[in-house]
């Protein structure tokens, strides 16, 4: 299949540290975008990167995409207890409309 | 401004059952896609709906349809349900198919087939 793939799949780390997250995919993308998701709710979009940027911030959040490693990092500065959730990465393939293909995940605990 | 609703939040149904979930878009929005979450799992693409008609469909089979409505609102079906298809069933809306475009999720339906 031609999920993006996160890495870790789950991560534990202290308030106030900066956590970083992974995502790799198979062929060319038109974009990529960060989801988070608590508890099994709905998702909640954080950041879309288009295929000829390389980063982008949002708040605490930045995304870098390395569209020659297929490859992006999502990296929360400063975490706090509230970022505690399964953050997604979602890939939007060339040639396809607006059909975008999750990985299964990374579950990032925030220990206060 | 409201975002994306979706009606009902929990349903419990029996195998063999049909059942009809909800989704109306973002004022303005006017492509809908439906996505399957398994407990687990990342979300995986049902349908795409633009303008009323079906733009895509990912790899389930016959027994899940949908269909968008003028006001631009969807329903997914499925028929003749599985305990497999117990699952989170969230809906996303985006102003139009275009590529890159982000979609805007709703907090789901969850579905339990007993």
């Known amino acids: 299949s031609q999920q993006g793939e996160e890495d870790p799949q789950a991560l534990s780390i202290q308030e106030g540290e900066n956590a970083t997250m992974n995502c790799s995919y198979k062929?060319?993308?038109?974009?990529l975008q960060w989801y988070r998701q608590n508890s099994g709710r709905g998702l909640v979009h954080l950041i879309l990167?288009?295929?000829?940027?390389r980063e982008k911030h949002s708040g605490r959040l930045r995304v870098t995409l390395d569209t020659s490693k297929k490859s992006s990092s999502l990296l929360i500065t400063a975490s706090r207890a509230a970022d505690t959730a399964s953050y997604f990465c979602?890939?939007?393939?060339?040639?396809?409309?607006?059909?975008?293909?999750f990985g299964i995940g990374t579950k990032l605990q925030v220990i206060p | 401004d409201a975002g994306v609703t979706q009606s009902p939040t929990h349903l419990i149904k029996t195998r063999g059952q049909h059942v009809t979930l909800r989704c109306s878009p973002i004022?303005?929005?006017?492509?809908v896609s439906w996505y399957q979450q398994v407990l687990g799992q990342g979300p995986q693409f049902i349908f795409q709906?633009?303008?009323?008609?079906?733009?895509g469909r990912g790899n389930f089979p016959d027994r899940f349809s949908a269909r968008q409505f003028p006001n631009y609102s969807s329903e997914l079906n499925v028929n003749a349900l599985l305990l497999g298809d117990s699952a989170l069933y969230l809906c996303?809306?985006?102003?139009?198919?275009?590529?890159?475009?982000?979609?805007?999720f709703g907090q789901g339906t969850r579905l339990t087939v007993v």
């Open positions: 709906y633009y303008e009323k008609e079906e733009r």
């Open positions: 062929t060319s993308i038109n974009n």
């Open positions: 004022s303005g929005h006017k492509s």
């Open positions: 996303a809306s985006s102003w139009w198919d275009r590529k890159n475009t982000e979609a805007f």
């Open positions: 990167i288009r295929s000829n940027e």
């Open positions: 979602a890939v939007n393939y060339s040639g396809g409309y607006q059909k975008v293909t």
